[in-house]
């Protein structure tokens, strides 16, 4: 399943009913491997480096391109995660980056000393990818990927707007539906009119109560999603004229 974030008092850049956000299943998996494997949480060595068997690893290892191991003060070997292949590539100022990078409290240096590892290149969040970060997070600690299929919100994020439970879409459907509404009346100067293309009437169309729209409105009240029910978006989805 997925959700959708919608404004639910009109102000100047938005009307209410607007379609702030929209995330998918994959989104939201992609968020809670991001903060379980956050480097801020890490084990790490008493040299400060991230250690082998931690799960950020699995993350990078996963999500990135190339995998730099240190050869020497000036040459790294250059792994292909993402595709086959390594090369040794030299005349690099090594010392300097690695020295550079071990100033900040929550580096993301592998490795040990003077063999460290990082990461860097293109990022690849596939499901496939993302599915292989949830089999170590579940091997490795205990947490569960079934427990983790709602995006997590904050007190604030869920006072100020309304979050419905719709179905699952691809990546394509997500920015669709939050979209800006534009003039194209001339193709050389388009004008956005709007920043939402897309709305919900969430009063009238989702059967709400009278005493949960209430609820929605007052900014005192922390409304939860209806994770009992999941909506087909494409039938409550409107486009403004």
């Known amino acids: 399943m997925a959700e959708l974030m ?15 956000g929209a995330f998918s299943n994959l989104d939201i998996w992609v968020r809670h491997v991001e903060m379980i494997c956050n480097v801020n949480k890490a084990t790490r060595d008493n040299n400060g480096y991230i250690v082998s068997s931690s799960i950020a690893k699995d993350l990078y290892e996963q999500f990135y391109q190339y995998r730099l191991e240190r050869v ?33 409290r929550n580096h993301r240096l592998f490795g040990t000393t003077n063999r460290e590892i990082w990461y860097e290149g293109d990022i690849d969040k ?13 091997a490795k600690t205990e947490l569960l990927k079934a427990d983790h299929g709602k995006w997590p ?18 990546q394509a459907e997500k920015y669709r539906l939050i979209e800006p ?37 007052d900014r005192e009240i922390v409304v939860d999603r209806d994770y009992g029910r999941v909506r087909d978006h494409t039938e409550f989805t409107k486009t403004r004229a």
């Open 126 to 138: 596939s499901l496939a990818k993302v599915d292989n970060i949830w089999t170590a997070i579940e």
């Open 6 to 20: 919608l404004k639910t008092r009109t102000n100047r850049q938005f009307s209410e009913g607007d379609i702030l």
């Open 72 to 104: 020497s003060r000036t040459e790294v070997n250059r792994i292909n995660l993402l595709g086959s292949g390594e090369e040794v590539v030299s005349g690099l100022a090594v010392q300097q980056f690695v020295d550079n990078v071990k100033t900040k």
């Open 181 to 217: 509404e534009i003039d194209e009346t001339d193709p050389s100067n388009t004008i956005v009119i709007k920043d939402r293309a897309h709305y919900i009437d969430w009063r009238n169309d989702l059967s709400i109560s009278s005493g949960t729209r209430g609820e929605i409105e």
């Open 153 to 170: 919100w904050g007190t604030i994020g869920r006072r100020a707007h309304f979050f419905i439970v719709v179905d699952d879409f691809d």
